[in-house]
Nanobody, 123 residues
């Protein structure tokens, strides 16, 4: 069965850190770009970060630049999102998605989506 599985979410205090993982099952991530998205209650889904296929170039939303880092370990079929200096407004369900041969620019049509992991930033 082909799927993406997110993990690593949880409750963290403001200023804290979490590392999210996006693991693939049933396919390898080598030629896939992985995007991270989030959706807070009552808000639209927004793009957070993307790591391109082939070159593994990283892209970030302005709101997370300097605090979040995306990386990939193809040997483990896993992409990570390291989130530091978390803020309450970062509270959301975080999703990862995979698109084949995508450079993270231009129109996106993700092939696979995970079910999401909850991140709550609160004191």
């Amino acid at each position: 069965q082909v799927q993406l599985v997110e993990s690593g979410g949880g409750l963290v205090q403001p200023g804290g850190s979490l590392r999210l993982s996006c693991a693939s099952a049933g396919f390898t991530l080598d030629n896939y770009a992985i995007g991270w998205f989030r959706q807070a209650p009552g808000k639209e889904r927004e793009a957070v970060s993307c790591i391109s296929s082939i070159k593994s170039s990283a892209y970030y939303a302005d709101s997370v630049k300097g605090r979040f880092t995306i990386s990939r370990d193809n040997a483990k079929n896993t992409v990570y999102l390291q989130m530091n200096s978390l803020k309450p407004e970062n509270t959301a369900v975080y999703y990862c998605a995979a698109e084949l041969y995508y450079d993270c620019t231009g129109p996106e049509v993700y092939d696979y989506w995970g079910q999401g992991t909850q991140v709550t930033v609160s004191s």
